[in-house]
């Protein structure tokens, strides 16, 4: 089984900073895919980014160029640095992990909330 523990949701003003971060625990032996996605009330969840093996990384059309996704391999790590925040991106976050295997398995964090406002 695989646990992701998500931290760094909360309050941010417009224009200010967050960094997420989600860390797997657990028995596995490996992630094809980590990423972030979110959800507002009433809403589908969706992707915000994703980095997979191989050092590829995709974005949500809306937070190009002010979110970044990395993750450390060695450490089990996703991060999501989030810049130039908008009242927009307020939602709830999860992180997702896809768990290599057969067949590959997918685990899905908690949640854990941003919230952007004045």
């Known amino acids: 089984q695989v646990r992701l523990a998500e931290s760094g949701g909360g309050l941010a003003q417009p224009g200010g900073s967050l960094r997420l971060s989600c860390e797997a625990s657990?028995?596995?032996?490996?992630?094809?895919?980590m990423g972030w996605y979110r959800q507002g009330s009433g809403t589908q969840r969706e992707l915000v980014a994703v980095?997979?093996?191989?050092?590829?990384?995709l974005y949500a059309d809306s937070v190009k160029g002010r979110f970044t996704i990395s993750r450390d391999d060695a450490k089990n790590t996703v991060d999501l640095q989030m810049n130039g925040l908008k009242v927009e991106d307020t939602d709830v976050y999860y992180c997702?992990?896809?768990?290599?295997?057969?067949?590959?398995?997918?685990?899905w964090g908690q949640g854990t909330q941003v919230t952007v406002s004045s």
């Open positions: 657990g028995s596995f032996n490996g992630f094809s895919s």
């Open positions: 980095a997979v093996e191989g050092g590829h990384t």
């Open positions: 997702r992990v896809v768990h290599i295997g057969e067949p590959p398995t997918l685990f």
